[in-house]
């Protein structure tokens, strides 16, 4: 059965939103930066908050808002992951779960692999958290973006204590395998280190396509594992502070519930109810939708540069909505997106605040409508006169 994909929002409506997205550039230049989505929220979660703000239900989040029951059932549904629901945590983003797990697991000073180029918080996280960036960037295998395993364990038996991984990989798209997955589980584990998994995009993985939770990677992954996640991303509720920690082992359980009571309480009440609600199996047509959109997006984007921009080298990605293209070949500098954002009124996100490996690169959100998108590609076309 073919699905028919959700439609964006008209340009008028997104500009009357008040997030990051609608309210950092001045109304001539497109948006197509910050990993926020331009369609209507699914019907539950609009529900759900309706009924919020119509009571007034803006405390406190109470110790189980429903998140625990929904995650678990929503990992079994889409991921076909069992979850213990007593090794469900919250708190309020993915990066304060990934900063207070590696500040609980690291002495200060001691090394984290992150492999570049990646979501840019990460490496302000790391250093948040008392640790220090070990970088071992991606590798191309055959026109793919890997982990660079071997570096990893270089990494590890020269004294890393933890691994920083993207499942799925912000900005490639990239879902790394199974078979890869369980080996960075193994390494972490002869060298006693542990590996903090950002799953945050893994609802978006496109069908066809196969997402491992890392924690469900090997025996290995669920000792040394740990998951923050959220719906944040796919069901676009970033601004609303709702995100869990997942683990999989009595041990790394034990840190979780060590962390500081604050951690836990910082959870947005708007976001474990529009979490509940989207996780719930009445979002699902929607998140399918969405997935029909983002393909039909990835897609397009394939057509439009090779018709107009062909000098730009671009991967489809597997997984989310972001797009990374290699734009060395036009000779714009290390930072494209500055004069595209300049010349052509188009914001991208800079490749160089990604690693070094994103020098020459932007990354491009499809989260918007074909228009949209085509217009954004003409636009930077014309400066080259096409
Ligand atoms: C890989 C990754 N992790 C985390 C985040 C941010 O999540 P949060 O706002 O929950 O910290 C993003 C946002 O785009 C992301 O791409």
Redesign the pocket.
């Known amino acids: 059965m073919t699905i028919a994909p959700l439609q964006a929002l008209p340009l008028d409506q997104l500009r009357r939103r008040s997030s990051t997205k609608w309210r950092t550039y001045p109304e001539d230049v497109l948006p197509l930066f910050v990993?926020e989505m331009d369609f209507s929220l699914a019907d539950a979660i609009t529900a759900r908050l309706r009924e919020a703000v119509e009571l007034g239900d803006t405390g406190y989040t109470p110790p189980d808002p429903g998140i625990r029951a929904a995650f678990v059932g929503y990992a079994q549904r889409r991921f076909g992951w069992t979850v213990q629901p007593d090794r469900v945590r919250s708190t309020c983003?993915?990066?304060m779960g990934v900063v207070e797990i590696l500040r609980a697991v690291l002495a200060p000073g001691d090394r984290v692999v992150v492999a570049p180029p990646v979501?840019p918080p990460f490496y302000d996280c790391v250093e948040e958290a008392g640790g220090v960036v070990e970088r071992v960037p991606l590798i191309d295998v055959d026109g793919s973006w890997r982990l660079d395993l071997d570096g990893i364990e270089e990494a590890l038996a020269g004294g890393a204590r933890a691994v920083l991984l993207?499942n799925p990989h912000?900005p490639t798209g990239t879902v790394h395998s199974k078979a890869v997955l369980a080996r960075l589980a193994e390494l972490a584990a002869a060298h006693g280190a542990v590996v903090v998994s950002?799953e945050?995009?893994a609802p978006l993985v496109q069908p066809g396509v196969a997402f491992t939770p890392f924690l469900t990677a090997s025996p290995a992954a669920t000792e040394v594992g740990y998951t923050v996640t959220?719906a944040?991303?796919a069901y676009n509720l970033?601004g609303l502070k709702c995100?869990i920690m997942v683990t999989a082992s009595e041990q790394t359980a034990a840190v979780v519930r060590s962390l500081p009571p604050e951690v836990e309480w910082r959870t947005g009440l708007f976001g474990a109810l529009a979490a509940v609600a989207a996780w719930d199996p009445a979002s699902d047509a929607w998140l399918d939708a969405l997935l029909a959109a983002l393909d039909e997006n990835r897609r397009l984007l394939a057509r439009l540069l090779a018709a107009h921009l062909p000098e730009a080298d671009y991967r489809m990605p597997e997984a989310g909505y972001l797009a990374w293209v290699d734009l060395r070949e036009l000779g714009w500098g290390d930072d494209p997106a500055g004069r595209i954002l300049r010349e052509a009124r188009v914001a991208l996100n800079r490749g160089p605040t990604f690693g070094a490996e994103g020098k020459g690169h932007v990354r491009f959100n499809l989260g918007c409508s074909p228009e949209v998108l085509t217009e954004a590609v003409h636009r930077i076309a014309a400066l080259v006169g096409r």
């Open positions: 990993a983003d993915v990066m979501y993207c912000n950002d945050i995009h959220s944040s991303k970033a995100a």
